[in-house]
């Protein structure tokens, strides 16, 4: 049995839509968090205000570093890419801006 106590939760919204949305993300080694997504659950099924687990997202820093060419010698910059903890950040808004286009 695993106890995980670095935990932070953040609540976003998005651009079209204030509706927020819980992202707890979860530190399970300094290269690898998992993301997971809480929303208010819209079913008749369920009591008002109850909230689900949506989504679960696993961010790491092979991927980061994939996705801005850290560590290629053939990449030119003309500006820095975002930290590794404001990537994940930056995922977690991604996820949220997504649900409106569902």
Known sequence: MMIFSEVETHYINSNTDSRLVRYDVIRIDDDTF??????????????????????????????????NNIGSSSVVRNRMPTT??????VKCQQHRDSLDLA
Request: glycine share 2%; no cysteine; hydrophobic share 30%.
């Open 34 to 67: 998992v993301v997971n997504v809480f929303d208010v659950q819209q079913r008749s099924a369920s009591p008002s205000g109850s909230f689900t687990n949506s989504a679960t997202l696993k961010i790491t820093r092979d991927d980061y570093e994939s996705e």
């Open 84 to 89: 590794f903890q404001n990537h994940i950040l």
